[in-house]
C-alpha cells in the first residue's frame, strides 16, 4: 500500500531532551516535507527537500534540523525542545516539487514538551 | 505575503443541509488550488484540486469547489452533507511560479454534522 509513515505517533518529552520524529514513503517520491499544525493556525511548513541531499527551510524551520540522506526518509529531528514546538507534525510526500501534485501525508505525530 | 483565509472556522450543519465553506487567497499569479480534508483522529487527504481548465472542479464523495480568479476564491460545496462529512477542511494554495513545492494552508474549518 502506498503510504506515508511516522513514528512515533504521540510523545511526551521534557524541555532540551533531544528527539527525532521519523518519515518514511514507499511511493519513490523526490519532495518531502515537514509541517506543524497549531490550532486557529493550519498547517505550516517547517523545512522541505526537493530530492536526496536537497534541504531547505520552510516558514517556521527555528529549533528544527531534518536531513535527506535516502530518498525514502525523511526525519525531523528537534536538538532542544521547548514547550513552544508542542504541535501536532504531519510528514508529507509529492512526485515532484511541481505545485499541481498532490502531496500525500502521514498519520502525524502529536508532540508534548513539558 | 501569500495568504488563504478560510471564513467559516466552525459550521454546525444537519444532515441533508447543504454546504459551502469559503476560502480566498492572496497571489496574483498562477496558482493551484487544494482542499484536504482531515476526519477525526486520521491525516489530511485529497478532497478535490484544481490546477487548469474547468473552473468547477468535481472532488470524491460528492465534494465540488469552484475557481473564481477574479475573486481570488475556490469555495467548497456539497449539496446534502452526512453525518459522515463531520471533520476539518482545508484550503490550501501551490504558487505556480517560483514555487519551492510548499502549500500554504488556510487556519482550517471544522464541520460538525448533526445526525
Known amino acids: 500500500e502506498a503510504q506515508v509513515t511516522q513514528n512515533p505517533r504521540y510523545l511526551i518529552t521534557v524541555t532540551g531532551k533531544k528527539l527525532t520524529v521519523t518519515c518514511s514513503q514507499n511511493?519513490?517520491?523526490?519532495?518531502m516535507s515537514w509541517y506543524r499544525q497549531d490550532p486557529g493556525l493550519g498547517l505550516r511548513q517547517i523545512y522541505y527537500s526537493m530530492n536526496v541531499e536537497v534541504t531547505d527551510k520552510g516558514d517556521v524551520p527555528e529549533g528544527y534540523k531534518v536531513s535527506r540522506k535516502e530518498k525514502r526518509n525523511f526525519p525531523l529531528i528537534l536538538e532542544s525542545p521547548s514547550p513552544n514546538q508542542t504541535s501536532l507534525y504531519f510528514c508529507?510526500?509529492?512526485?515532484?516539487?511541481?505545485?499541481?501534485?498532490?502531496?500525500?501525508f502521514g498519520p502525524g505525530t502529536r508532540l508534548t514538551v513539558l | 505575503a501569500q495568504s488563504v483565509s478560510q471564513h467559516n472556522h466552525h459550521v454546525i450543519l444537519s444532515e441533508a443541509a447543504s454546504l459551502e465553506l469559503g476560502c480566498n487567497y492572496s497571489y496574483g499569479g498562477t496558482v493551484n488550488l487544494f482542499w484536504y480534508v482531515q476526519y477525526p483522529g486520521q491525516h489530511l487527504q485529497l478532497l478535490l484540486k484544481?490546477?487548469?481548465?474547468?473552473?468547477l472542479v468535481k472532488g470524491i464523495k460528492g465534494f465540488e469547489a469552484e475557481f473564481i480568479k477574479s475573486k481570488f476564491s475556490f469555495n467548497l460545496r456539497k449539496p446534502s452533507v452526512q453525518w459522515s462529512d463531520t471533520a476539518e477542511y482545508f484550503c490550501?494554495?501551490?504558487?505556480?511560479?517560483?514555487?519551492?513545492?510548499?502549500?500554504?494552508f488556510g487556519q482550517g474549518t471544522t464541520l460538525q454534522v448533526k445526525p
Open positions: 484544481y490546477f487548469s481548465g474547468d473552473p
Open positions: 490550501a494554495v501551490n504558487p505556480g511560479s517560483g514555487n519551492t513545492g510548499k502549500l500554504i
Open positions: 508529507a510526500s509529492s512526485p515532484t516539487r511541481e505545485s499541481y501534485n498532490e502531496q500525500f
Open positions: 511511493m519513490n517520491h523526490e519532495y
